[in-house]
């Protein structure tokens, strides 16, 4: 006999019955809720932008101030671009935020999978709902 699947990519597949996540099958008789959240990254946009101003303003003081020249200014050069490699790290982070799509079994198991793309786990989400509708 031959499962119509819902979803099936890597790990992970979902079919009218069965839910297989790596080594563990939830019955689809048994999926209580499926949700996905977001992550709250507005701690990640606020050190991008203290971080990005410190390095412009920073940058900005020593092209502007150079009237007394140092010998070395290698120091303040390094700093600055630590601070803004971190700074666009944090950028990223921001602007990309973890989803996670969380299941759980009438039982109390549940897993989480996690992704920073929304157009993964979307789909996903969706066939699990639409196999708990398929199994009426």
Not at 76 to 94: K, M, N, R, S, W
Request: net charge positive.
């Amino acid at each position: 006999m031959s499962e119509e699947y819902f979803y099936k990519e890597g790990p992970i597949s979902v079919t009218k019955y069965l839910l297989t996540y790596w080594d563990a099958s939830f019955a689809m008789a048994h999926i209580d809720s499926v949700w996905i959240r977001r992550q709250n990254t507005q701690i990640y946009g606020v050190l991008a932008t203290v971080l990005l101003a410190f390095s412009a303003l920073a940058g900005a003081a020593i092209l502007l101030g150079n009237n007394h020249p140092k010998t070395d200014q290698s120091g303040e050069f390094i700093v600055i671009g630590l601070t803004t490699i971190v700074g666009i790290a944090f950028t990223y982070l921001a602007l990309n935020p973890k989803h996670y799509l969380r299941f759980r079994s009438t039982g109390g198991d549940s897993r989480t999978i996690e992704c920073r793309d929304y157009a993964m786990i979307g789909p996903l989400k969706l066939a699990i709902e639409r196999a708990i509708i398929a199994r009426g």
